[in-house]
């Protein structure tokens, strides 16, 4: 399997920055790049209804698109488990 390219929405990134921990802003920055080298890794889930996986880090949600043809990680919404689904 080769390597996936990352792309983060700008609104993910705004969410990212928005975290208020610098460390957990750091976890969840280095589990986005673990998605280049395996896009559906142990303990993934894919979301009922749509064509999305999330990742768990710590209490924080990432939910994003896999495209196998064009080997692309689409990084979609990150944030607190409690509202990243609404």
């Known amino acids: 399997m080769g390597k996936y390219s990352i792309r983060i929405k700008p609104t993910a990134v705004k969410e990212i920055e928005a975290i208020p921990s610098k460390a957990d802003r750091q976890k969840i920055i280095e589990r986005i790049q ?7 890794p142990p303990g993934c889930k894919k979301l009922t209804g749509r064509e999305q996986y999330r990742v768990r880090q710590g209490w924080y949600r990432i939910v994003y698109a896999v495209n196998d043809q064009e080997i692309t990680v689409f990084v979609v919404k990150v944030g607190h488990r409690k509202d990243v689904y609404k």
Do not use: E, V
């Open 34 to 40: 673990a998605l280049a080298d395996d896009p559906r």
